[in-house]
C-alpha cells in the first residue's frame, strides 16, 4: 500500500448542482428528504406536488399549486404563483427571487432548505459527525482517505466550536489503530508544565516530583495525540515536536535517553500559519510536518441543511426521546449566523428543551427568540451591503484569498459572498495573484 503525498489532497474541478432539503414539517420522518434540480428542470410544491414525497405538501394551508422552483443557467429561481397564505424567503414574504444555497423557503407548515452538491452525492452515517450536507460529506471522505496511513499526520483548521477533535477522534477509530487516543490544548499549559505534559519526567525532575510519568505522546504509542490549537505552542515545546516527528525518538524530563514512540499527530488550529511563520512565531519545519494532510472543517453556517439534524441529535442526547422541534424555533436556528458553531448550537437546543418546561413540538421562547435574532445570518449568495464591504478590508492578500477559497472548497459564488464582491473581481484577483480556483475544488474520483 503507497501513502499519499505530504500536502493538501488532490482537488479537481467537480460540477455541483442545487438541491432542496425539508427542513422542518410536521411530519418528522421527511425531515432531512431532498430533491436534485440540476440545470434544466422545474418543479412545482403545492398540495397536488409530490416532487419530495407523498403528501408532503398535503396541508390546508397550501395552495394546489403554491409555487414553482426553476433551475436553468446556473441558477435558481423561487416564484410564488399567486397561492392564498404566500410563500416566504428567509422568513419574508416572497413572490419571485433568485436562491443561493443557504435560502431557507416556507410554503405553509413545511421549510426548505436550499443548497449545493455533486448530483446524487451519497455520505455514510456517522455517529458523532452528523448531518448529510455535500461540506460534511467531504470531510468524511477525507477522514477515510488518510486514516489508514498513520505516518501522515494531519492538520485541521476551522473555527471555534467547528468539532476539531470529535474529527480528531474520527480519524483515530477509523485508521484502527490499537493505541489510545490522548488530547492536550496547547494553550492551556505553560513551559515546563506543558513539556511535562507531552513528553513526560523522570522522577526527581522536580523538587516535589517522587515518581516518573509518561507524557501524552508515549501513551498515544500506536494511537493518536491531538494537539488543540498548536498555534499557540511556545517555542521550546515546537523544537521537541520537530524533533519527535523528524526521529521518532521523545525523551522525558530528567531522561538521558531517549525512547522510540509511533504516535500519529493530528493538530488544530484557526490561524494563518503562513503569517506566524513568516513573523517567525511558529516553525516552518513543523508546520510542514504537521500538515501532511490538510482538513478544512466548514463552519455551520455554510452547511445549514445539517442544522435540523444536528439538533435532533441534540435533543435526543439531552432528554433520551426524540421530541419535535416547532417550525419557528426551527426558522430561526436556520436563519442564525451560528458564530461559535456547532457548540452554539448545542447550548442553544440545551436552552430550548430546558425552557419548553416538557411541552412538544419544543417552541421558540422568547429569550431565544431576541437571541437568535440579534445575529441573522446573511445566505451565501446574498451581495454583501457596502457598510459590510467596508469593514472587509477592500481586497485581499494572495494568503487571505487562498484561505478563503480552500474554506469553500473553490466555491467561487460563495468566497465572492464572504468577500462582499462579485464573482468576477474574484476571478480577476485569482488571475492577477497567480491562484487556481480549481486546485481548491473537491476531489473528482
Not at 12 to 38: D, N
Not at 50 to 56: D, E, L, W
Not at 69 to 84: A, C, K, V, Y
Not at 420 to 430: A, E, K, L, M
Amino acid at each position: 500500500m503507497t501513502e499519499p503525498s505530504l500536502g493538501e489532497p488532490n482537488n479537481r474541478s467537480r460540477s455541483l448542482v442545487f438541491y432542496l432539503s425539508i427542513a422542518s414539517h410536521p411530519r418528522p420522518e421527511h425531515i432531512g428528504v431532498r430533491k436534485a434540480l440540476p440545470d434544466g428542470t422545474s418543479i412545482f410544491l403545492g398540495r397536488s406536488s409530490s416532487t419530495m414525497g407523498i403528501g408532503v405538501f398535503h396541508f390546508s394551508s397550501i395552495s394546489r399549486s403554491h409555487a414553482r422552483i426553476t433551475s436553468e443557467r446556473g441558477g435558481l429561481t423561487l416564484e410564488d404563483l399567486e397561492s392564498h397564505n404566500g410563500t416566504s424567503l428567509n422568513g419574508e414574504p416572497c413572490s419571485r427571487a433568485r436562491l443561493s444555497p443557504g435560502d431557507v423557503i416556507g410554503i405553509g407548515p413545511v421549510l426548505l432548505v436550499v443548497h449545493e452538491g455533486p448530483l446524487d452525492y451519497e455520505i455514510p452515517a456517522h455517529p458523532t459527525l452528523i448531518g448529510t450536507s455535500y461540506a460534511l460529506a467531504s470531510v468524511l471522505a477525507d477522514i477515510q482517505k488518510v486514516a489508514p496511513f498513520p505516518k501522515i499526520n494531519v492538520l485541521l483548521q476551522g473555527e471555534t466550536g467547528t468539532g476539531k477533535e470529535l474529527v480528531a477522534r474520527a480519524i483515530h477509530e477509523a485508521s484502527m489503530r490499537p493505541g489510545k487516543f490522548q488530547s492536550v490544548n496547547c494553550a492551556t499549559f505553560m513551559g515546563t508544565i506543558l513539556q511535562s505534559q507531552i513528553f513526560g519526567h523522570e522522577k526527581g525532575v522536580f523538587a516535589d516530583v517522587k515518581s516518573e510519568r509518561p507524557g501524552l505522546i508515549e501513551s498515544a504509542h500506536q494511537g493518536t495525540l491531538f494537539l488543540d490549537e498548536v498555534a499557540e505552542a511556545p517555542m521550546d515545546l515546537q523544537i521537541g515536536l520537530l524533533s519527535f516527528l523528524e526521529t521518532g525518538e521523545i525523551r522525558r524530563l530528567g531522561a538521558d535517553a531517549p525512547r522510540m514512540i509511533d504516535a500519529r499527530i493530528v493538530a488544530a488550529s484557526n490561524v494563518n500559519f503562513d503569517e506566524l511563520v513568516r513573523e517567525r512565531r511558529f516553525r516552518g519545519e513543523l508546520f510542514s510536518r504537521l500538515a501532511g494532510w490538510v482538513i478544512h472543517l466548514p463552519r455551520l453556517r455554510d452547511r445549514v441543511e445539517d442544522i435540523p439534524l444536528l439538533a435532533a441529535h441534540f435533543v435526543r442526547n439531552f432528554t433520551g426521546k426524540d421530541l419535535p422541534i416547532h417550525a419557528r424555533l426551527m426558522a430561526a436556528l436556520l436563519l442564525y449566523a451560528w458564530p461559535q458553531n456547532v457548540r452554539e448550537l448545542k447550548s442553544a437546543i440545551e436552552r430550548a428543551v430546558i425552557e419548553a418546561n416538557g411541552r412538544a413540538p419544543i417552541p421558540l421562547s422568547p429569550f431565544l427568540e431576541r437571541a437568535l435574532a440579534h445575529q441573522r445570518r446573511q445566505p451565501p449568495g446574498v451581495p454583501a451591503r457596502a457598510d459590510d464591504r467596508s469593514r472587509s478590508g477592500g481586497k485581499p492578500s494572495p494568503t487571505r484569498l487562498s484561505e478563503v477559497l480552500a474554506k469553500h472548497r473553490g466555491n467561487v459564488r460563495r468566497v465572492a459572498a464572504e468577500l462582499g464582491v462579485s464573482r468576477n473581481t474574484i476571478y480577476r484577483w485569482c488571475e492577477e495573484y497567480g491562484i487556481d480556483p480549481d486546485k481548491f475544488r473537491p476531489d473528482n474520483d
